[in-house]
């Protein structure tokens, strides 16, 4: 059973790009979370998603930042006009289904660097 | 609310000796408790996690953790560090209803001295 996939694993763009990050969850899963990790700091939380729905968008940066979970394919955050302080890694978690006390798996990251 | 502080941001301990990471959280709710390890440039892999069952909880690569609600704690432990245990780890708390993400501490850099 292949884990959470994410790609690309590094991403370089130019401040006022856009970027794209993609989640594939667990086989199975239908809950996805993402995460953002500034250089050393923790995980922060951002957005939880199931198949078609934002749950919980509480942690996404009001502008420039979406994040979808269609009804098929992975799960995508968008960034757009990117700017330096977005440089940072970018984490994707899926679980088989929602509440605090499931385990959620985490994918390899796709680091941002923004020039 | 919830969150979590770790201390000792950098920890350093002989190979063969005794692991101690500490982990302190503040839950308004009754919490659940995660503990993860970070290999570098890798995701964070699940250690152990504590869904109320029993206080001491084991994990995986001979670690575990305690859960004690009087001083508000779940310190990580391993009896005797080996090399590959180099990593940075990383305490995390949920349980707010309504809530599903995970609130993390800032991660405990584990060196493990030959």
């Known amino acids: 059973n292949a884990g959470v996939m994410q790609n690309p694993r590094h991403l370089v763009r130019r401040r006022g790009q856009e970027a794209r990050l993609r989640c594939s969850p667990m086989?199975?899963?239908?809950?996805v979370y993402w995460y953002r990790q500034l250089p050393e700091e923790g995980l922060k939380f951002m957005v939880y998603?199931?198949?078609?729905?934002?749950?919980?968008e509480s942690g996404m940066p009001k502008e420039r930042f979406s994040a979808e979970f269609p009804k098929e394919g992975p799960s995508i955050l968008r960034i757009q006009q990117v700017v330096r302080g977005d440089s940072a890694a970018y984490f994707c978690?899926?679980?088989?289904?929602?509440?605090?006390?499931?385990?959620?798996?985490f994918g390899p990251g796709t680091r941002l660097l923004v020039l | 609310a919830q969150s979590v502080t770790q201390l000792g941001s950098h920890v350093s301990v002989s190979e063969g000796a005794l692991v101690l990471l500490r982990c302190n959280y503040s839950?308004?709710?009754?919490?659940?408790l995660f503990w993860y390890v970070q290999y570098p440039n890798q995701g964070l892999q699940l250690l152990l996690k504590?869904?109320?069952?029993?206080?001491l909880v084991k994990g995986i690569n001979g670690f575990e953790a305690e859960f004690k609600k009087s001083e508000t704690s779940f310190h990580l432990t391993k009896p005797s560090a080996h090399m590959s245990d180099a990593a940075e780890y990383f305490c995390?708390?949920?349980?707010?209803?309504?809530?599903?993400?995970?609130?993390f501490g800032t991660g405990t850099r584990l060196t493990v001295i030959p």
């Open positions: 978690a899926s679980s088989p289904s929602g509440g605090p006390v499931e385990t959620q798996y």
């Open positions: 086989k199975g899963h239908s809950h």
């Open positions: 998603l199931q198949k078609e729905n934002i749950i919980d």
């Open positions: 839950s308004s709710v009754p919490p659940y």
């Open positions: 504590y869904t109320s069952a029993a206080t």
């Open positions: 995390a708390v949920s349980g707010q209803t309504g809530a599903n993400n995970l609130f």
